[in-house]
């Protein structure tokens, strides 16, 4: 019964750095795999980076190398660090947890919009 706020999203420039923030209302260490989701207009829902409770990452090939994810389990915290930042990286951003059982349910933020524009 965790609820997760995606916060830090805004407009920058091509370029630019931002930091998302996933904040759980509940201990996130119940969660095996945390990722980063995102949607642009008139695309499907894509995954970006996924994180293991004890820290292993996976990426999205569009994002390696400019965009990180950890995770703060004392601090019930998601975050996702974006550098480099491109025109296609805008879309509504999305925290999720899995609990790691196909009868245990996932939860899902409701987003935040990053808008990169010059």
């Known amino acids: 019964q965790v609820q997760l706020v995606e916060s830090g999203g805004e407009m920058v420039q091509p370029g630019g750095s931002l930091r998302l923030s996933c904040a759980a209302s509940g201990s996130i260490a119940r969660f095996n795999v945390m990722g980063w989701y995102r949607q642009a207009p008139g695309k499907q829902r894509e995954l970006v980076a996924l994180i293991t409770r004890v820290g292993a990452t996976n990426y999205a090939d569009s994002v390696k190398g400019r965009f990180t994810i950890s995770r703060d389990n004392a601090k019930n915290t998601l975050y996702l660090q974006m550098n480099s930042l491109k025109f296609e990286d805008t879309a509504v951003y999305y925290c999720?947890?899995?609990?790691?059982?196909?009868?245990?349910?996932?939860?899902w933020g409701q987003g935040t919009q990053v808008t990169v524009s010059s």
């Open positions: 999720n947890g899995d609990q790691g059982g196909p009868s245990l349910p996932k939860f």
